[in-house]
């Protein structure tokens, strides 16, 4: 099975401080890392390349400095990585962002089947996947928690979507949005990271696209725009409830009900 | 030594004192858990409980109780695990929770001043907002730091940094006789007499109340690397704990782990651990200021590994895949509990060339002794936990297996030069062993001392010796 891996590189910790002023990330002194819902994706893809063979390809999109995050996939077990990189895709908006992926994903080599992350902890649109799939002319399913059965042609899925679990068998070629704890991520092998300390990066710029045309990456292809990013305020919504054992804990079942939480 | 039994008259008198009766708790208010601690192993419930919240009533309830000859014990969040906090006398519970306020910053002096109830997850939260470190890392994150100062709890990070007593700067004890002291101060050094401070660290609340306590804390490093590391088998794994020692390199921790406690854990938290291929690991953590610098400290270590047989190095270097490692680890303790009838430990310390010797030697008692033994621990300081575990036994069959699984390997560590306990203390359950391994003229300066702070014998009789 031949497949793709879409990650991205975000800020290391959750703990990034908003710029009261401008409202730009202060990125700046921050560590990077794996988005933490990509190495769902590329733990299931290093899965189904156990069980069924193939070729686990990362793919991801950024700046130069991107190149480690793919690396970190090596030492997770992925045979190659592609870093699309060019200072006209700067500022992309998750439209441009799944154009240019789309572009880049034409100049390898086919594929069967394309795993994402179900969002980026940086951005949390969760877009970019299904926008992917239909700049490709692919089916996709998203929020995937579980393989169910694997064959030559299809693979069947379980989808938890907010009111039901669904499953769906879809054919290859396709692209799979997984959620969390699917499987848990392997960590990163130091023995897997020495043998791939050189291990080359294919870098794909503008240039090696099918569309050239520079009105439809970066800044330029996106239609929306960040208008003002914004720490959220703080919640301290809470209730005191006052009573003996037996009434508190009926009416907290009762508020767990209310809320879904049984 | 007879003591008053507590009565109405005492009630009446207590509550003058606090004033509040939704912090007295008197006769069937007092709920089970003021019975026993956290292992459960030793059972008393006392006369009444008075969660106090300032040293003043501390103070008060103290002069009152040595006045009327009546017991006190004093007690945080009851998760020891040797009964310590258990009032064996009954009499007076003195419950510390509810002191838990952080008082005092001081970052000229690189200090933080708490009462003792405060938790040490919140304690560890609050310095590392202010980009401070306090280093004793106990997996009980919801201890008391009076606790942990009563016990001289270690944790995980004591290879690299020590353990509590060596960030105890100055304490404010309320004495047997309800005199409060002041002991040691936000100095460097200290050369003034008799080292009293340290002396309160570790005593179990058998000398005085501690009610203030002033911290040392650190800068707080900006980056920490683990390093999980499977071996074949477990043997390979442990030897290679002191060759890590001998390398120099200071890992922050080194614990071993194995598959089957990992199970335990797996099941316990209804988490999957990141790795399966292996039976034993091997468990490090760096620390340093950046990635590059504890990358550099710890090849030295990959590579010693990797010649003892390792399958692999596995790096963990985010939150998310710490907290996959880390939380299995924290809950061994839960774990395994929930995996028998019942369960005793052992808190043995051995010199840490000797871990290994330790190790097999409680594995092989498996057989002699007839129970299941299972263990983790501090590797890379020599603290070891092992666990005799009931299962099936009945009570008789049971205590006697488990006497005999105590006195096996309180010998062995004995004859490797070790000690008792690590870091969980004596308090009631670990008397006898601690009897059998010291001096008799050791024993009876502790006697000594004992007296000295306490002529009454009031302040939680019957404990260490």
Known sequence: MNIIVCIKQVPGTNKVEVDPVTGVLKREKVDSKMNPYDLYALETALRLKEAHGGVVKVISMGPPQAKEVLKEAFSMGADDGVLISDRAFGGSDVLSTSYTLSQGIKKLDGFDLILCGKQTTDGDTAQVGPELSEFLKIPSVSNVTKLIEVTNENITVEMDMQNTVEIAKINFPCLLCVDKDIFQPRLPSYLKKMATKNKEIRVLSLNDFEDKNTDNYGLNGSPTQVQRIFPPESNGDHELWAGDGKSVTTKLYDKIKELKFV | ?465
């Open chain 2, 1 to 465: 030594m007879a003591y008053k039994t507590f009565d109405e008259t005492d009630f009446k008198n207590i509550m003058a004192i606090i004033n509040d009766s939704a912090r007295v708790l008197y006769k069937d208010k007092i709920n089970a858990e003021y019975s026993h601690d956290e292992l459960g192993g030793t059972h008393s419930v006392p006369d009444i409980v008075v969660k106090a919240l300032c040293t003043d009533e501390v103070s008060k309830v103290m002069e009152y109780a040595y006045k009327s000859n009546i017991p006190v014990t004093p007690r945080g969040s009851g998760t020891g695990l040797v009964g310590a906090c258990v009032p064996i006398e009954k009499g007076i519970t003195l419950d510390l929770s509810l002191m838990n306020k952080f008082l005092e910053l001081d970052e000229d002096n690189l200090t933080v001043t708490v009462e003792p109830g405060v938790l040490l997850m919140d304690l560890a939260k609050y310095v590392e907002e202010h980009d401070f470190f306090y280093p004793p890392d106990p997996g009980e994150k919801t201890a008391t730091i009076g606790g942990n100062i009563s016990t001289n709890a270690g944790g995980m990070r004591a290879v690299k940094y020590g353990v509590t007593r060596d960030y105890v700067r100055a304490l404010e004890v309320v004495l047997p006789s309800g005199h409060v002291v002041n002991l040691g101060g936000k100095v460097v050094k200290n050369s003034s007499g008799y080292a009293m401070k340290d002396l309160m660290v570790g005593s179990e609340g058998t000398l005085g109340v501690i009610t203030k306590a002033t911290l040392k804390l650190l800068p707080l490093p900006k980056k920490t690397i683990s390093l999980l590391i499977p071996f074949s088998t477990f043997d390979k794994a442990i030897e290679t704990v002191p060759l890590i020692i001998k390398s120099k390199a200071i890992p922050t921790a080194v614990e071993f782990m194995q598959r089957e406690v990992i199970m335990d854990a797996e099941d316990y938290l209804g988490s999957n651990f990141p790795d399966n291929q292996s039976d034993a690991y091997l468990l490090l953590k760096f620390d340093g200021n950046s990635k590059e610098e504890i990358e550099d400290d710890y090849e030295k270590v990959a590579k010693i590994c990797l010649e003892q047989g390792a399958k692999d190095i596995l790096i963990s270097d985010t939150e998310e895949r710490d907290e996959a490692i880390w939380k299995t680890r924290g809950a061994f303790l839960e774990a395994i509990k929930s995996s028998t009838s019942d369960m005793d430990e052992v808190d043995v310390v051995v010199p840490r060339n000797k871990v290994n010797e330790m190790v097999t030697f409680s594995h092989t008692l498996k057989d002699t002794v007839g129970t299941r033994i299972k263990s983790f621990g501090h590797a890379g300081d020599g603290n070891l936990h092992i666990y005799v575990l009931k299962d099936n036994l009945t009570d008789d069959d049971w205590s006697k297996k488990l006497h005999d699984a105590m006195n096996e390997m309180y010998g062995k560590a004995k004859s490797l030069g070790g000690s008792v306990s690590g870091e969980h203390g004596i308090g009631y359950a670990k008397k006898e062993y601690l009897k059998n391994s010291l001096d008799p003229a050791v024993i009876e300066i502790m006697r000594g001392i004992k007296a000295a702070f306490d002529p009454k014998n009031i302040l939680n009789p019957r404990k260490i010796f």
